[in-house]
């Protein structure tokens, strides 16, 4: 029998900003967020085919490019790094928009269900609102149900957060892309 720890058993997580040395844990998170996000809407083969280690090099290279996207880690004490989100500017036909776009949330997936999707979407709200941006887009698969019950969870939460931040969570769907 697998558990999950809860928030009662497991402490608040804390959110700080990402930094390099984080790029090996971020790519954990991210590899092992999409194969079990995605198990069953994506082809196998391409996920079994994700490398933590190129993701890791991959990350590395976003952030000796000094861009505009905002990357956060949540962690809990004796875990390390157990979650990651990253966002930016709106992406539509090469066209920047006032509004700013969630590129990417994922959690490990023991850690689901425990508070730390919420932490992560909490700063990333309070840090996109500083940045100038009303808004936050989200784009999701239409056929990830759970990802759908964890945005109106995340919608729901937004409605009364734990401290106002002044953004609105405006969610969008697309149908799966074609992998293979």
């Given at each position: 029998m697998t558990t999950r720890?809860?928030?009662?058993?497991?402490?608040?997580?804390?959110?700080?900003?990402m930094t390099v040395d984080d790029c090996e844990a971020v790519a954990t998170v991210r590899v092992r967020g999409w194969q079990a996000a995605y198990a069953e809407l994506v082809p196998q083969a391409y996920l079994d085919a994700m490398d933590i280690a190129e993701d890791a090099q991959r990350r590395r290279g976003f952030f000796?490019?000094?861009?505009?996207?905002v990357n956060v880690?949540?962690?809990?004490?004796?875990?390390?790094?157990?979650?990651?989100?990253?966002?930016?500017p709106y992406r539509a036909d090469g066209r920047r928009l006032a509004r700013?776009?969630?590129?990417?949330?994922?959690?490990?997936?023991e850690h689901l269900g425990t508070g730390v999707g919420r932490a992560l979407m909490t700063e990333i709200l309070a840090r996109s609102t500083a940045d100038g941006?009303?808004?936050?887009?989200l784009w999701v698969l239409k056929e990830n149900?759970?990802?759908?019950?964890r945005r109106s969870r995340a919608r729901d939460a937004?409605?009364?957060?734990?401290?106002?931040?002044?953004?609105?969570?405006?969610?969008?769907?697309?149908?799966?892309?074609?992998?293979?």
């Open positions: 720890p809860t928030s009662a058993y497991a402490p608040d997580p804390s959110v700080r900003s000796a490019e000094r861009n505009t996207v880690v949540a962690e809990r004490p004796g875990r390390g790094v157990i979650g990651w989100a990253c966002y930016g700013a776009e969630l590129y990417a949330i994922y959690v490990l997936p941006f009303p808004d936050l887009a149900a759970p990802a759908g019950r937004l409605r009364t957060p734990p401290q106002p931040v002044g953004s609105r969570l405006i969610a969008s769907s697309a149908a799966a892309p074609s992998l293979g």
